[in-house]
């Protein structure tokens, strides 16, 4: 309608019809803003970029990105009429709560088509897309009429309301309702990365009629379950930055004297510095108007003046309020910061550097229940979940455990656990001295000790037994790919490279038994009557679903990693959650460069990672087990609450017990490998290791058969239409 698109070009673009592209005038008036201000605080971003920024291109802030913006937003101008990009931009933008488009967030937060909004409605919505978070109507409903009176005064301005309209929609008050079919309150899901994911998932299939077929899309994500993980990933990462040294303020501007006195001036001056630096979650921005090592006032409005005097939380800033701290880590008058509230306090804290993702499914059919795929949505659509391959570290051990039980390996197989150094011609590329965790070894240790205490050397012997390229045959089975798992010996300790949600989906193997199921995210899909015109046919494990490891195999680890998280590495796990059915493994790469918590319960699982994107040490003492488990417990506490506990498996034929110790039957006591790397290696042992002895046996190996396929795709739901 003709008010949306007036309200639309009034708040983004009021010379849209005008200008090639860039608004050069706009790009004048900005930079003489900064100028007179110091700072960037003002930017002159067309519709136009923002089309190319948006929906074309990476949310790196790049001189590269910003040079290819330009070169695209002409490209654009060239190849579409202004009335076609206008039409891009009003239905692909996203305007908070799962609302990708000016008509889906009518629906969203007036429960209207957007043939009857009113000019006070449109220009509500009009004012979201400048900051989704920040002027939201639901969330932040105060900043949010701001910027429609802002909107209003600029659609009358400009001639597209009348004077009499102008005040009409002034006065009129916005009420919220959400659509038909929308739960009460439901507004408040964090489900930014399932909504970007489900749009490109049928993007693929619609292309740009998926904004213009009204096409209703309901996923697998539980609300309850989303909500659960989007706080746990945001308390993990913010525990994190607690820990590290204060780095400074946000950016430091020169705040006129008595600004603060003008109302008017300061809420002007604070546009200015929310445009560039805006709330994120809970995380709000604020201005410092004052500060000294007892007292820091900040604003955020020329009504909402806060002062700090909590001793605890000026503490933890105490460096940057001294005199003698460096310029760029001072706060001061002018200092732009973040803050939270922390209990009865504020507390100030930095912008989080790092990042973390977080994914839970079903194991027994793939659905997802939640996803999370960074801290803030807003600052970057990058999903870690599906797009951020990492080096999984010993979160891959479980999966060379396996394998090894279908060599002839047992939990009660003795492995050496003393260091020793491989030649380049064992390693696929240079001699390495691979080390345990602290440099701690022991004489000797189980498979089941070796995996409870996440031993290295154990790991590496027990791949060296089995073979670099057995095992990497077999992690497909899992659904890692085969060229991204290096069939060397690193292998063991997590060279490969893996996302998060393949890991969950490996782990869902031990949780159902054994069968391999396929994540998925989308449900079903309604046209605009209701009709249901796509439905997801999950395969069940024990169904259809095709089994990947031998059942004593899964029923053997999912024994062996329940007493991980009961007397190993992920033993408080157990604790925190009261539980007797968790298992679980943990895992820190090389330098804690990447930090991870797997785990599960028969109906659920769920893996967490944390680091940064430009992958750098956390800290030497930073590890899966201390930043990663506690946003999967966290999200396990919430989830699980008042959810009975399930009963293990029973054990599958073909097992024997002896001494307490599980045997497959092919391998009983005497004829399984009972040692590795150890000076009295038996025949078989000896025979697989290839270390210290020879090799001259006529044992033959009995091998499982093989079961399972290689997927060699990166994930993405199979539309069936």
């Given at each position: 309608p003709d008010v949306m698109k007036s309200a639309v070009l009034a708040a983004e673009d009021d010379r849209f019809y005008q200008h090639g592209g860039i608004d050069w005038t706009g790009v004048v008036r900005a930079g003489l803003t900064n100028l007179i201000n110091m700072s960037k605080t003002q930017g002159a971003s067309t519709i136009t970029m923002q089309v190319a920024r948006n929906f074309y291109l990476s949310s790196e802030k790049t001189y590269s990105r910003k040079f290819y913006e330009l070169l695209l937003t002409f490209k654009i101008e060239s190849e579409l009429t202004k009335d076609q990009i206008l039409e891009l931009y009003m239905n692909q933008i996203y305007l908070g709560h799962r609302a990708y488009g000016f008509a889906a967030a009518s629906r969203t937060y007036f429960g209207k088509p957007l043939a009857e909004v009113t000019p006070a409605e449109a220009a509500m919505l009009a004012g979201i897309p400048k900051a989704p978070s920040r002027f939201n109507p639901i969330s932040n409903r105060p900043r949010a009429e701001l910027r429609q009176r802002y909107v209003l005064g600029r659609m009358q301005s400009l001639g597209y309301l009348t004077e009499p309209e102008y005040k009409q929609a002034m006065a009129q008050p916005i009420i919220m309702k959400s659509a038909e079919g929308t739960p009460a309150g439901g507004y408040a899901i964090h489900g930014e990365y399932v909504a970007e994911l489900a749009r490109q998932l049928l993007y693929n299939v619609y292309q740009d009629n998926v904004y213009s077929r009204g096409i209703n899309i309901y996923t697998t994500v539980q609300s309850k379950d989303q909500e659960a993980a989007y706080r746990a990933v945001r308390e993990g990462v913010l525990e994190y930055t607690r820990r590290a040294p204060y780095p400074g303020p946000e950016e430091q501007l020169d705040l006129p004297p008595g600004t603060e006195n003008n109302p008017a001036a300061l809420d002007e001056f604070l546009d200015g510095v929310f445009d560039k630096f805006s709330d994120s979650g809970d995380l709000l921005t604020a201005l410092v108007l004052s500060a000294s090592p007892t007292e820091v006032k900040l604003a955020r409005s020329s009504r909402e003046i806060i002062t700090v005097t909590d001793k605890k939380v000026l503490g933890v800033v105490a460096r940057a309020l001294n005199d003698k701290a460096k310029p760029e880590q001072r706060i001061k008058r002018g200092s732009v910061v973040y803050i939270r509230k922390f209990g009865d306090n504020w507390e100030i804290i930095n912008l989080p550097a790092v990042q973390?993702?977080?994914?839970?499914?079903?194991?027994?059919?793939?659905?997802?229940?939640?996803?999370?795929?960074?801290?803030?949505?807003?600052?970057?659509?990058?999903?870690?979940?599906?797009?951020?391959?990492?080096?999984?570290?010993?979160?891959?051990?479980?999966?060379?455990?396996a394998a090894s039980l279908?060599?002839?390996?047992?939990?009660?197989?003795?492995?050496?656990?003393?260091?020793?150094?491989?030649?380049?011609?064992?390693?696929?590329?240079?001699?390495?001295?691979?080390?345990?965790?602290?440099?701690?070894y022991e004489p000797m240790l189980t498979l089941r000790q070796g995996l409870y205490k996440s031993k290295n050397m154990v790991s590496i012997r027990i791949l060296q037994a089995i073979g670099p390229q057995y095992a990497q045959d077999y992690l497909t089975r899992f659904g890692f790919d085969k060229a991204r798992q290096p069939a060397v010996l690193p292998l063991a300790l997590g060279a490969g490279s893996v996302t998060p949600l393949q890991l969950a989906g490996a782990f869902s193997v031990f949780a159902n038994g054994g069968y391999r199921v396929t994540p998925y995210l989308i449900d079903r899909v309604t046209d605009s009557s209701g009709k249901v015109i796509m439905q997801s046919k999950p395969v069940v494990a024990g169904d259809a679903a095709a089994r990947a490891i031998d059942p004593r195999t899964a029923w053997v680890m999912d024994d062996i990693l329940r007493g991980v998280a009961t007397y190993g590495t992920a033993a408080r796990a157990r604790v925190l959650l009261k539980r007797n059915d968790i298992a679980g493994k943990t895992g820190t790469t090389n330098e804690s460069v990447d930090a991870w918590f797997s785990g599960y319960t028969p109906n659920l699982v769920a893996t967490a990672w944390l680091g940064f994107d430009q992958p750098k040490s956390l800290g030497s003492r930073e590890t899966g087990g201390g930043v990663a488990m506690p946003?999967?417990?966290?999200?396990?506490?919430?989830?699980?609450?008042?959810?009975?506990?399930e009963k293990p498996r029973p054990r599958p034929d073909g097992l024997i017990v002896e001494n307490g110790e599980f045997y497959f039957s092919e391998f009983p006591p005497g004829q399984a490998v009972a040692r590795l790397g150890l000076a009295e290696a038996d025949t078989l042992g000896e025979f697989l290791n290839g270390l210290n002895g020879s090799s001259n046996q006529d044992t033959k190996i009995k091998v499982a058969p093989g079961v399972g396929t290689q997927n060699a795709a990166p994930w993405s739901q199979k539309i069936p239409f």
């Open positions: 973390a993702a977080f994914v839970a499914l079903s194991p027994q059919d793939g659905a997802i229940r939640a996803m999370v795929g960074g801290f803030d949505f807003y600052r970057g659509n990058f999903n870690r979940v599906t797009q951020a391959w990492r080096q999984p570290g010993s979160n891959i051990k479980p999966f060379i455990y279908e060599r002839g390996l047992t939990p009660a197989t003795q492995i050496s656990d003393q260091p020793f150094e491989l030649t380049a011609a064992q390693t696929g590329s240079k001699a390495w001295n691979p080390k345990n965790y602290g440099n701690q946003i999967w417990v966290d999200y396990m506490q919430d989830v699980l609450k008042g959810v009975p506990e």
